[in-house]
């Protein structure tokens, strides 16, 4: 029976195994740094596959590197053996939420998610430290060895204490934000689906460095631009020359071919007012048929310039003069310059009824009608500048303010700005995720968005539990770490809108449906320790003793929740997936998403209960090593799998 792995997979023996298949004479065996022999690639060999010719030393070219950059790539690759411990004491809505809400850091936790979650995030926001000299950089540390890693790793997140600052003193001060950086979105784009997008706020001090990491990254062909929004309209009074009012938030899709990753939005509702007149179609606003751009003409289009005939009794338009259409019109620019129609005339014929003349000063022009509610005329492209009154920082900290009573939170965005992220990112169940996510803004934008179009997204926060100091407003009320403040908004915020939507719900006319109320509700996951004892040394490299049967190699401190937590990955399934927890042959199981796996870490499990879990047929099953109660279960094991549910894939723990 297969052994579940304890580690994240080694990315790079995944990627050797890929290239050995394309290139066998490149793949060679090496020694790693613990002695073993290993799988590696001889890049000598691989440039010479490439190259056509023989290759001497490295060429000059076009590159973004910075001291640390092979490193933090090694760093995006290297297993780590950490698990998700459940938390529902401190969930709401344990048992029905698909919500998570991630306790750790964030390096970790998208490695111990990228197996489940890889491929299935619609839309990434984030809003990383800027790397302003004043704020704190994560430090990841590559230098350490494995070994040292390994037996440090956990050892700072207790404390949050592996936030450091970085000051612009700090002879590495760009690099140390690129080294940060660049993992991180290495592993980001792995999770994001084929139509996925990744919007990161950021500001003037790494701007540039984030273009050209996330243009590598992400591929430039895939960079769709940037949102400058307008977060301070009257302007920075500390900056130095010139008083910056913007931010940009800077955008790649997943593929750039894939043609659906981002949406048109909703028009404003200044640009509605436009659609000021009415007939017995709707709503339409008048757009002048004449092309202003002068480059089009009777001499680039010739086809496009010609007569169009208005009547004054009716003001309908024809290609032809008669009776009734007696006013000519050119497409003349107001100084007389020959311009042209954006219509061709085969279109003038066939939606003829789109079109009418006005007299304007003292000549006439021709209009067509653009009807709101036809097709796409209500929605937009998103503008480049986004200036909404709502999207000041200070709407941030008014969230804030609105629902704790004070400012618990430094630099909130405001919700309005991840709306309109999710507006053109998200569709009605995309799955959301912040892996920087602070006060949970995103969370609550989701929560608020879903209850106003019925959506069912979903989110995920990951937030490191760096720790509060006493004397910041959020120390004084109580909160000793950011994921407190993070998770008690998220409840504060669910509550708001669940009141919101049931007094909506009292005011309804007779006859109208109310809305739902939308998932409010959140698990709590921490990053952790492996749920495994330590004398696994190396996942997948088992000692023979370990893999006999009888061991009880979980920790002490596991719970059977853990240990199921531990080993979802190994069966890609979500960790929102809904967990029941049920007596199976007189032992005690988890049932997981209705019978996809039967988890099993009871004490003394014997045929009688192997056989009736075999009989329920789940896709996977899983046992823990030392919970069989003597060998004939065991032995029997195989065989009544293979009599009542051969299909099912074992494995143990
Ligand atoms: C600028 S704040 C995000 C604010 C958030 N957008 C909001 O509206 O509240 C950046 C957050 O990232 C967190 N952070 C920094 N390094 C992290 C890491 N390695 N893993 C997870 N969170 C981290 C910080 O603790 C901080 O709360």
């Not at 003037?204 to 243009?215: A, F, H, P, S, V």
């Not at 009292?506 to 996951?525: H, N, S, T, W, Y």
């Not at 329920?616 to 004939?632: K, M, T």
């Given at each position: ?122 839309l990434i926001y984030i809003d ?285 965005k405001?919700p309005?700005l991840m709306n309109?992220i999710l ?9 959301v995720m912040d892996?920087f996510s602070g006060s949970a803004t995103m969370a609550d934008a989701v ?12 989110f995920i926060m ?192």
């Amino acid at each position: 029976m297969d052994k579940i792995s304890q580690e994240t997979p080694d990315l790079t023996q995944e990627n050797i195994a890929k290239i050995a298949a394309l290139f066998p004479d490149a793949v060679t065996e090496a020694m790693d740094a613990d002695g073993k022999v290993t799988l590696a690639v001889d890049f000598d060999a691989l440039r010479d596959d490439l190259s056509g010719e023989v290759v001497d030393g490295p060429r000059e070219r076009y590159q973004f590197t910075w001291p640390g950059k092979r490193e933090a790539k090694l760093e995006a690759r290297r297993p780590i053996k950490k698990t998700m411990r459940p938390c529902p004491e401190k969930s709401k809505d344990w048992d029905t939420t698909e919500n998570l809400y991630i306790e750790g850091d964030n390096l970790e936790a998208l490695k111990i998610m990228r197996e489940t979650y890889a491929g299935k995030v619609k839309l990434i926001y984030i809003d990383p430290p800027y790397n302003t000299g004043h704020d704190f950089v994560y430090d990841d540390d590559f230098s350490k060895t494995r070994a040292e890693y390994d037996a440090e790793s956990g050892e700072y997140d207790e404390e949050g204490g592996r936030l450091v600052a970085n000051p612009e003193s700090n002879g590495r001060f760009h690099s140390d934000w690129c080294s940060m950086m660049y993992p991180r979105l290495m592993l980001a784009r792995d999770l994001l689906s084929d139509d996925g997008a990744i919007f990161i706020s950021i500001d003037d001090n790494e701007e540039q460095n984030l273009l050209k990491i996330g243009n590598e990254l992400f591929g430039s062909g895939n960079y769709v631009g940037k949102l400058y929004v307008q977060v301070n309209p009257r302007g920075r009074n500390l900056d130095r020359y010139i008083a910056k009012t913007i931010e940009p938030v800077l955008i790649w899709v997943k593929n750039y071919t894939c043609g659906n990753s981002l949406n048109l939005i909703p028009k404003d509702s200044r640009m509605l007012s436009e659609y000021d007149r009415k007939d017995d179609k709707g709503s339409y606003r008048a757009i002048g048929l004449r092309n202003r751009n002068q480059s089009f003409n009777p001499q680039t289009r010739p086809n496009l310039y010609f007569p169009l005939w208005i009547s004054p009794a009716d003001g309908s338009v024809a290609l032809e003069k008669d009776e009734a259409h007696s006013v000519e019109r050119l497409p003349l620019a107001a100084d007389g310059t020959p311009t042209c129609w954006t219509w061709s005339k085969s279109k003038i014929q066939s939606e003829n009824n789109y079109l009418f003349g006005e007299p304007c000063g003292n000549e006439w022009r021709v209009y067509r009608k653009d009807y709101l509610e036809e097709g796409s005329a209500a929605f937009t492209m998103a503008k480049s500048l986004q200036a909404d009154a709502e999207f000041n920082n200070d709407y941030g900290k008014k969230r804030i303010k609105e629902l704790f009573g004070s400012n618990v939170m430094s630099f909130p965005k405001p919700p309005a700005l991840m709306n309109r992220i999710l507006e053109i990112g998200s569709s009605k169940d995309s799955l959301v995720m912040d892996f920087f996510s602070g006060s949970a803004t995103m969370a609550d934008a989701v929560m608020s968005l879903n209850a106003a179009d019925g959506g069912k997204r979903r989110f995920i926060m990951v937030q490191l539990p760096e720790v509060v100091d006493e004397a910041t407003e959020a120390g004084k009320e109580g909160y000793t770490t950011i994921c407190n403040v993070g998770e008690e908004r998220i409840r504060r915020a669910g509550e708001k809108i669940r009141a919101e939507v049931d007094e909506a719900s009292r005011q309804l006319e007779l006859g109208a449906e109310p809305k739902p109320v939308p998932d409010i509700g959140f698990r709590v996951l921490r990053v952790d320790e492996s749920c495994f004892k330590d004398e696994y040394a190396a996942p997948g490299q088992y000692e023979q003793a370990a893999l006999d049967l009888f061991t009880d190699n979980s920790a002490e401190d596991a719970l059977p929740l853990d240990l199921l937590f531990q080993v979802l990955p190994a069966f890609r399934i979500e960790y929102s997936a809904k967990i029941v927890e049920r007596e199976i042959g007189g032992k005690a199981c988890f049932d997981v998403n209705g019978g996809q796996l039967i988890a099993c870490f009871d004490e003394d499990v014997d045929t009688v209960a192997l056989e009736a879990i075999a009989k329920e047929r789940p896709l996977y099953a899983v046992f823990r090593d030392a919970c069989f109660s003597n060998d004939a279960a065991v032995a029997n094991l195989e065989e009544l799998f293979k009599t009542f549910s051969p299909d099912t894939i074992r494995k143990v723990i």
